[in-house]
């Protein structure tokens, strides 16, 4: 298996564009986390999806933020527009129903930076 | 609520050292607990778990014991090496919520 698959990996933009991080989960899992990573606060669950509908998005820190899971084998994470303050690593993970003690799958990040 | 606490870090040890990294949560019911480790610039892994009281969780010289009447899951080492300089993380998975709740990571150093 591919495990959960991220893109871009690296990316540098200018304040106020928008910026779209994907992600792949792996096959057959029903439940996918967008998490955020900062020296200054550490892992932040941003929003999470189970079975493609949205459960819980209070971690997304405001409106510019926003995500999407359109099906079973894709997500989104949308800032726009982006500011300097964003700049972070961001982690798409997934996780199957495989019953008590199930493994979260993480992918390599996407790590950006907005100047 | 559900809440996972670690000590806070940074850790810093010298090779052979024995490591502890302390974790208690709070949740209701009978969660499964674990701990993943981030290596410098990547995604974090499952490193061991415990799924029940008293279950012990290994992996890599690392060991964890779930302990329900303390509440806690602390990680140990007899003798770290270098290579096991990472963050590592203490997560619990609430039994039928299909989510994780995770600390907030222990930078661990190991020097020569």
């Known amino acids: 298996d591919a495990g959960v698959i991220q893109s871009p990996r690296h990316e540098v933009t200018e304040m106020g564009q928008e910026v779209t991080l994907r992600c792949k989960p792996i096959?057959?899992?029903?439940?996918l986390f967008w998490y955020r990573q900062t020296m200054m606060r550490g892992l932040e669950l941003l929003i999470y999806f189970n079975n493609n509908v949205p459960i819980d998005d209070s971690g997304m820190p405001e409106d510019r933020f926003s995500a999407k899971m359109p099906n079973a084998s894709f997500s989104t994470l949308k800032i726009q527009p982006s500011e300097p303050r964003d700049s972070a690593v961001y982690f798409c993970?997934?996780?199957?129903?495989?019953?008590?003690?199930?493994?979260?799958?993480f992918g390599e990040g996407s790590w950006l930076t907005v100047v | 609520g559900n809440s996972v606490t670690q000590m806070e870090g940074p850790v810093t040890l010298s090779e052979e050292a024995f490591l502890t990294i302390n974790c208690t949560y709070t949740a209701t019911g009978y969660p499964s607990l674990f701990w993943y480790v981030q290596y410098p610039g990547e995604g974090l892994q499952l490193l061991l778990k415990?799924?029940?009281?008293?279950d012990k969780g290994s992996n890599k010289g690392f060991e964890a014991t779930y302990r329900k009447e303390t509440t806690s899951f602390h990680l140990e080492k007899g003798s770290v090496q270098v290579s096991d300089s990472a963050v590592y993380f203490c997560a619990l998975d609430q039994t039928g919520a299909n989510n994780l709740f995770f600390g907030t990571g222990t930078r661990l150093t190991v020097i020569p």
């Open positions: 096959s057959g899992h029903n439940s």
């Open positions: 993970a997934s996780y199957g129903s495989g019953g008590k003690g199930s493994t979260i799958y």
């Open positions: 415990a799924t029940k009281a008293d």
